[in-house]
């Protein structure tokens, strides 16, 4: 399923952010405050959380952006996100989040992709690449949505580095630099310019949805 081509339609006032994940939603209100726009999460409404039953990180975002606003009558603005492995055929990919089980342990989830890079000769960094992905989606109410996607490329490192991240940061390193995103503060790591390079994989997207419904 392809998405469909950006739309100019400017998002304003208040909006549903389709997560429960509290370290996505403090990136998402950071990105999202120096354009007045007051977000509240899925999570702090009492949402569910809707089945993630699309083959692509785009079809998921889509369905918990459509989800949300469906249920609150808001714009709401999704990410979905993770994890692609080279070494080990493009995962955990869509399922980044579920690697982590019920209870969310990356630090599991970590030690599982390396043990399994490992078994299959990934030693060395150049057997290591992996890049992250973020696919965002804006639907309105009226069901007009908006579909962004960025990524941002590096390898993996072990043991992990860093706690000042979420997910797999502390062991993912981006190329050209010499700090992994656990080891990065929020402000470089997703901020914008002039402050921040808007590093991430979902800096990078926000970037691109920003030009077309943010003004």
């Known amino acids: 399923m392809s998405a469909p081509a950006p739309v100019r339609r400017r ?19 950071e990105l999202l405050a120096p ?13 569910p959380e809707p089945e993630e039953t699309g083959t692509s990180f785009a079809e998921n975002a889509f369905i918990k952006a459509a989800a949300a606003a469906k249920a609150t009558g808001l ?3 999704s990410d ?66 908006l579909d962004v996607a960025a990524r941002v490329d590096g390898i993996l490192v072990w043991p992990p580095r860093g706690n000042l991240g979420f997910g797999y940061d502390p062991m993912f390193l981006p190329d050209g630099h010499d700090r992994t995103f656990g080891e990065m503060p929020a402000e470089e790591k997703h901020g914008l ?23």
């Open 75 to 77: 714009p709401a603005f």
């Open 193 to 215: 310019p002039p402050r921040g390079k808007g590093l991430s994989h979902r800096a990078r997207a926000f970037v691109k949805l920003a030009e077309a419904c943010l003004g």
């Open 80 to 145: 979905d996100s993770g994890l692609v492995v080279e070494a080990l055929d493009g995962a955990p990919g869509i399922h980044s989040a579920r690697w982590a089980g019920p209870d969310k342990d990356f630090a599991r989830a970590m030690a599982d992709i390396h043990e399994k890079m490992v078994a299959r000769g990934a030693v060395t960094p150049e057997a290591r690449r992996a890049h992250f992905v973020s696919a965002l989606c804006v639907v309105w109410p009226d069901g007009e949505r």
């Open 35 to 47: 354009y007045g726009v007051e977000a509240v999460s899925a999570g702090e409404l009492g949402l």
């Open 11 to 29: 998002l304003e006032g208040r909006l549903v952010v389709a997560t429960h994940n509290p370290g996505k939603l403090r990136e998402m209100r």
